[in-house]
Nanobody, 125 residues
């Protein structure tokens, strides 16, 4: 069983920045593929960013590329999402997710085995 706990969400003005953190339990965190997804009210959950087990491979949704950066610290069992130049359309609940089996960088929610409870990000105009 893997537990994921997100933190760092909040209210920020457009153009501002936030850094989300996701702390994971489990002795083999360094083998997990970790993703960030988000869900706005009335919309489906959508992919934001993903990072492979070593941190050497990352992939971003087109809507966040160049503004968001995903990273991980395997010594701390933590994955981060640095969000810069935030826009009102980035407002959503942000979830981190762990794929503990495949080792493949997926951009869809289905392969992910564990999910955090989510953290709210609100960007005001």
């Amino acid at each position: 069983q893997v537990q994921l706990v997100e933190s760092g969400g909040g209210l920020v003005q457009a153009g501002g920045s936030l850094r989300l953190s996701c702390a994971a339990s489990g002795r083999t965190f360094s083998s997990y593929v970790m993703g960030w997804f988000r869900q706005a009210p009335g919309k489906e959950r959508e992919f934001a960013a993903v990072i492979n087990w070593s941190g050497t491979s990352t992939y971003y949704a087109h809507s966040v590329k160049g503004r968001f950066t995903i990273s991980r610290d395997n010594a701390k069992n933590t994955v981060y999402l640095q969000m810069n130049s935030l826009k009102p359309e980035d407002t959503a609940v942000y979830y981190c997710a762990a794929d503990v089996h495949s080792g493949v960088v997926f951009t869809t929610p289905r392969p992910y085995d564990y999910w955090g409870q989510g953290t709210q990000v609100t960007v005001s105009s």
